[in-house]
């Protein structure tokens, strides 16, 4: 029995109304910046300059005419995407530190994430950050949700994934000397900072 190999399709040679068409198309099924959808687009336009022998100066000013129409539409905004992401990242136990890098390796502006971040810590209470770090302590079963004895090895490994983070040393430190005791309390402090 012959197995099942179909030949690659072709990539598609791009003009601006096929660049507006997977615009759309991503955009309904995933949230973006305009950097990010620039950065799709403009792996398309790669892939038809390879194979039709598209111009890529043209092809590339149709790609900044489609980000500027997706905009002007209000289909992809970098605030909206910083808010939403902060959100999610918080939610996971990200440290602001770690979510700046994530957000400016996607494009977004710098102004955006600080907003974002702004508007949540604000509603979050005081001390987002050691929120932030009970939550990823959590996930990972440091600190207070620690099964076992707090041996020094054990506790330097939970002290550099807490750096590893982004946290601060003095706030890993903070959560990491914890122990299963204060765990009603951290599981309080994340309850009422839930976002």
Do not use: C
Not at 56 to 64: F, G
Not at 98 to 122: C, H, M, P, Y
Not at 148 to 158: L, W
Not at 161 to 176: I, K
Request: charged share 35%; hydrophobic share 40%.
């Amino acid at each position: 029995m012959r197995p099942n190999r179909r030949t690659p399709r072709p990539p598609r040679k791009v003009d601006p109304a096929y660049l507006r068409r997977v615009a759309v198309w991503y955009l309904e099924r995933w949230n973006a910046p305009p950097a990010g959808l620039r950065r799709i687009l403009m792996k398309r336009v790669r892939r038809s300059v390879d194979t039709h022998g598209t111009d890529p100066d043209q092809a590339a000013s149709w790609v900044e005419d489609v980000v500027q129409e997706a905009i002007a539409a209000g289909l992809t905004r970098d605030d909206l995407y910083a808010e939403a992401m902060v959100r999610t990242l918080r939610g996971r136990g990200a440290s602001a530190r770690a979510i700046r890098a994530r957000l400016r390796a996607k494009g977004v502006e710098a102004q955006a994430i600080d907003d974002a971040l702004t508007a949540l810590d604000a509603d979050s209470g005081d001390r987002p950050e050691l929120t932030a770090a009970l939550r990823y302590a959590r996930r990972r079963r440091f600190g207070p949700w620690r099964a076992g004895p707090a041996d020094d090895d054990r506790r330097r490994k939970e002290l550099s994934a807490l750096a590893r983070q982004g946290f601060s040393f003095q706030l890993a430190r903070t959560v990491v000397d914890q122990g299963p005791d204060d765990r009603e309390a951290a599981e309080d402090r994340l309850w009422d900072a839930r976002v």
